[in-house]
């Protein structure tokens, strides 16, 4: 019997029900305590991690003892809550010790697993300067702690594996997975497919703007560039390269393109559920600052492929392979109606954004009833359901694979005052001075997200790196907004670009390439960030809604100065005035168009 045999297909999708079921009913149960529904949310994420993952029959067996061994032990936690609360972090006796040892180690492993070796890497260190850290010389020594007080404030207590930011996982990512998952379970896809080309598929580079508004849409909801890359990708680029378009500049399109998925709100990667917790600015708030900075990239991209207009045929979408009218509009309520049912409880209904997200995830399970002829089927409606426990299950595995290894990291920089030190280390490193500062934390946000994912990498450099930019008078919430978009730089830039490297494969060019010309359409993911601290009414949408759009229209002007001028096949001289003049309108203040 295999992974595909009808059997093996339904205890998935009921496990996966059973996370659903489990996430969504925590919005609506009250108050629970933080060491039973953060242990739980843990044990539902572990078979999909061991066994679901698991390529081969050994790595399934080790997985399923492991992942039972590690479901014993939430359930040991939720069933002792009380008497651990008790305990303020610190750990009584030798099964004590040998149950936090092994969940850490189960914590490494099952990021190992879902995620490859780098971000376990990453806290194996932490742990180990955590634990001999008092054996370093000069000031990044620390005095020593109690192996029992540092295991147990990682495993027993708020903090660690059960803190704020598994807090972030448990109660609002999720939930908000869950949404994605029944979104791209039924039409809204096609839906997001069918717009773009319709508003983008007759211009010039049609193509190319059919995959950057889709990706644009599908990456509000996937939150992933990796999986915005196989799935509108595997749309576009067959189109593009069909119309002649040179493989790089497709590969690069659609690489660029998805990557902006993860600074396009409402989902961000789940970036705007942790920055939600680590600012204390309500998601709604983060949702408004995010969305200009989030357009003027995708302008960005528009005006770049515009430039490469001029240097290549590149062709619209044929008229024949344009949707009707009526099956747009039809397809479109798909995604429509449940982001209007989303955005009205949140900004008229003032619901919790995980509350208007169950409503709207309602929304969109009554439309997988229909196809885009609005024809009913009740097999294919089951089948849909199938594969939204299956999506919601691995997805809700995976990001809390990512949080639950990265809270490990930010328990040791606060138990040992590492994150201070590095903090007092980039002052330093800058002579006190902002712009030093932040291009120190630029460099590091581009080295750790290499190769941990976005959302980790953010987590990690915001900790590190956020008290020295807010230390240099730079507010809070820019501070996270700059540290997220750096950490994105990895995904178009070599030598690790993980978005150049499917759309690269999928295209069957040359990865560095295509990153070349990711780079030069991405200009944006470089200079936005900056923009933002050098035009900070840019985030202010909700507060100043004028100085906002007058900052936006500022910038949207540099950028696409700077776009063209370096994409456009001009004379060198018109090229570096074009990029001259959009770098003064960038990065000039007080002026007013």
């Not at 978005?499 to 200079?527: C, D, P, R, S, T």
């Not at 009414?537 to 063209?564: V, Y």
Request: aromatic residues 10%; neutral net charge; glycine residues 10%.
């Amino acid at each position: 019997m295999t992974d595909s045999s009808p059997q093996h297909r339904l205890l998935w999708s009921a496990l996966g029900g059973l996370s659903i079921l489990f996430h969504i009913g925590l919005v609506f149960s009250g108050l629970v305590p933080s060491l039973v529904s953060r242990p739980l949310h843990m044990a539902l994420a572990l078979p999909w991690a061991f066994v679901f993952m698991a390529k081969t029959t050994a790595q399934k067996l080790v997985g399923f003892f492991l992942s039972t061994l590690g479901i014993l032990g939430c359930f040991w936690i939720v069933a002792n809550e009380s008497m651990l609360g008790d305990q303020y972090g610190s750990l009584e006796g030798n099964f004590q010790l040998i149950l936090s040892i092994f969940l850490v180690l189960l914590v490494l492993e099952m990021a190992r697993r879902s995620i490859s070796w780098p971000l376990p890497l990453v806290a194996l260190l932490a742990l180990c300067y955590g634990l001999w850290g008092q054996y370093l010389p000069g000031e990044f020594g620390h005095p020593g702690l109690p192996i029992q007080s540092f295991l147990g404030t990682m495993t027993i207590a708020e903090g660690g594996l059960w803190g704020k930011l598994t807090a972030v996982s448990v109660g609002i990512v999720a939930v908000f997975v869950i949404m994605g998952a029944v979104l791209n379970a039924g039409e809204a896809g096609q839906g997001f497919m069918n717009v773009a080309t319709a508003a983008a598929g007759r211009l010039k580079g049609g193509a190319a703007k059919v995959s950057v508004l889709s990706s644009a849409l599908f990456g509000s909801i996937s939150g992933s560039a990796s999986a915005n890359v196989a799935s509108t990708g595997a749309i576009t680029l067959p189109a593009m390269t069909r119309l002649g378009y040179p493989k790089r500049l497709a590969g690069a399109v659609e690489a660029v393109a998805s990557s902006g998925g993860q600074i396009m709100p409402p989902l961000m990667g789940a970036g705007a559920f942790v920055m939600v917790e680590l600012t204390g600015v309500p998601y709604t708030g983060i949702m408004a600052a995010a969305i200009l900075p989030a357009i003027l990239y995708f302008i960005a991209v528009w005006v770049g492929i515009n430039a490469f207009a001029r240097r290549y045929e590149l062709k619209g979408v044929a008229a024949e392979d344009q949707p009707p009218l009526k099956t747009v509009i039809i397809t479109s309520a798909f995604f429509a109606v449940p982001f209007f049912v989303l955005l009205e409880r949140m900004f008229v209904g003032d619901y919790t954004p995980q509350y208007a997200a169950c409503v709207a995830i309602l929304a969109a399970a009554v439309l997988l009833l229909f196809d885009g002829r609005l024809t009913l089927s009740v097999k294919r409606t089951f089948k849909r359901l199938e594969t939204v426990c299956l999506t919601a299950g691995k997805q809700i595995s995976l990001i809390a694979s990512i949080i639950l290894c990265a809270s490990l990291v930010i328990s040791v920089l606060g138990q040992t005052g590492l994150g201070i030190k590095i903090t007092s280390l980039i002052l330093s490193g800058s002579g006190d001075q902002l712009w030093p500062a932040l291009l120190l934390t630029a460099l590091a946000c581009l080295i750790l997200g290499m190769e941990v994912p976005t959302t980790a990498a953010y987590v990690i450099c915001v900790s590190v790196a956020g008290p020295a930019l807010q230390a240099q008078g730079l507010d809070p919430l820019i501070t996270h907004l700059f540290v997220f978009w750096f950490a994105l730089l990895s995904t178009i830039t070599p030598p690790v670009c993980g978005a150049v490297f499917i759309a690269a494969g999928m295209v069957q060019e040359n990865w560095l390439k295509v990153a070349v010309f990711a780079m030069l359409l991405g200009v944006g993911l470089y200079l936005v960030p900056l923009a933002m601290i050098a035009n900070p009414s840019l985030i202010e949408l909700a507060d100043n809604p004028i100085g906002a759009l007058t900052a936006f229209l500022k910038i949207a002007i540099g950028l696409a100065a700077i776009s063209f001028g370096m994409i456009a096949p001009f004379a060198l001289l018109p090229r570096v005035a074009l990029v001259a003049f959009g770098g003064v309108v960038l990065f000039t203040f007080g002026v007013v168009f």
